[in-house]
Nanobody, 121 residues
Framework: QVQLVESGGGLVQAGGSLRLSCAASGRTFNKYAMGWFRQAPGKEREFVATLRWSGGMTYYADSVKGRFTISRDNSKNNVYLQMNSLKPEDTAVYYC??????????????WGQGTQVTVSS
């Protein structure tokens, strides 16, 4: 089992920044890829970014490339999503996930409870 707990969401003005954190625990979480997804009201959950815990390879959705950065802290077992130049369309509940390397929800086995990010115009 892998447990994931997100934090760091909030309300920010357009152009601002937020850093989301995901605390991972469990016996084998470091064998997984770690992903961030988001879901806006009335929309499907969509891929944001993913990172291989081993090796650190990353991959981003085109909509966030150049603005968001996914990273990890091995000593704290945390994964982060640094979000810069935020736009109102980034408003969503953001979820941390652990699973296989990929950009679809079906490739991830474990999910956090989500954290709300609201970007005002």
């Amino acid at each position: 089992q892998v447990q994931l707990v997100e934090s760091g969401g909030g309300l920010v003005q357009a152009g601002g920044s937020l850093r989301l954190s995901c605390a991972a625990s469990g016996r084998t979480f470091n064998k997984y890829a770690m992903g961030w997804f988001r879901q806006a009201p009335g929309k499907e959950r969509e891929f944001v970014a993913t990172l291989r815990w081993s090796g650190g390879m990353t991959y981003y959705a085109d909509s966030v490339k150049g603005r968001f950065t996914i990273s990890r802290d091995n000593s704290k077992n945390n994964v982060y999503l640094q979000m810069n130049s935020l736009k109102p369309e980034d408003t969503a509940v953001y979820y941390c996930a652990a699973g296989g390397w990929g950009a679809t929800v079906h490739e991830y086995d474990y999910w956090g409870q989500g954290t709300q990010v609201t970007v005002s115009s």
